[in-house]
């Protein structure tokens, strides 16, 4: 099931992919949401289309070694990469915080439309409302 779920997302990325590339050559004067609409479409084809292709090769290679496959498997699994995977989460988590609102900051400085501060502003704030939920929740179950 899981490789036809790589399949899909693989292709879907590419014709997101040729989509966004046809509107960039098709629309000749954009107006509105389609000056941004064709390189959403170029992103989001491109990452899917590279996240799918990953998957697709990390089987394929995983399928030909069994031993990789146990090792791999005993990696993600390990007690001590849970762990460190944690800490570095927990770090990104911290600094993205201070940049986030720096950001924020120097988008209201910078006298930015409420259309672009206000996005952010809801953004940063589900983010850290999740984050104080999550350390509640984890508080309750110790």
């Known amino acids: 099931m899981k490789k036809n779920t790589s399949i899909l997302i693989t292709i879907l990325g590419t014709v997101l992919l040729a989509v966004g590339l046809y509107m960039v050559r098709a629309i000749i004067d954009p107006q509105g949401i389609m000056k941004t609409m064709p390189y959403l479409a170029i992103g989001l084809g491109c990452g899917m289309f590279g996240h799918g292709l990953g998957e697709l090769y990390n089987r394929h290679v995983i399928a030909k070694d069994p031993k990789l496959a146990k090792q791999m498997e005993i990696n993600q699994k390990d007690e001590r990469n849970v762990m460190l995977a944690n800490t570095a989460k927990a770090k990104g988590f911290d600094i993205m915080t201070y940049v986030f609102s720096a950001l924020l900051l120097a988008y209201a400085l910078m006298g930015s439309g409420w259309e672009i501060i206000i996005p952010?502003?809801?953004?940063?704030?589900?983010?850290?409302?999740?984050?104080?939920?999550?350390?509640?929740k984890i508080e309750k179950e110790q």
Do not use: D
């Open 120 to 136: 952010f502003v809801i953004a940063y704030l589900f983010v850290e409302i999740y984050a104080v939920y999550s350390r509640v």
